[in-house]
């Protein structure tokens, strides 16, 4: 039998709020038993879910793995702005006048993560 992944696992500085913002943008829920001040959270999403880790050390360099998001109901456009008005700041903007590209963004915690095009964007343009 092969492998399945789990959960993808994130430090941060607190588990509980990062994994409200991450719920939020993935429109999933925590799991029942994580309250603020957990040590531990967990988004249950379709797929693997995410574990937020409370660590005592800060980011300090780029992250070598990331999360990219593809919306499903929004253009790429739309999503960026959702997220920013749910505390995601924009990092670098990779978006073209065509129509292509991507958005590089930061969670709460400074943790990249990219926004890209939706399929029907992509269909678009194919």
Excluded: Y
């Amino acid at each position: 039998m092969t492998s399945l992944v789990r959960h993808v696992t994130i430090d941060c500085a607190d588990a509980h709020a990062l994994a409200s913002f991450w719920a939020a943008v993935l429109d999933a829920k925590l799991a029942d038993d994580d309250f603020p001040g957990d040590p531990e959270a967990t988004v249950e999403s379709p797929g693997a879910n995410l574990l937020f880790i409370q660590v005592p050390d800060t980011k300090s360099v780029k992250n070598r793995v990331h999360l990219d998001l593809q919306p499903q109901d929004r253009t790429r456009d739309e999503e960026v702005e959702r997220l920013l008005g749910l505390g995601a700041t924009l990092f670098e903007d990779h978006r073209n006048p065509d129509g292509t590209g991507w958005a590089t963004m930061k969670d709460p915690e400074g943790n990249e993560f990219c926004v890209e095009r939706s399929k029907a964007e992509r269909a678009a343009t194919a």
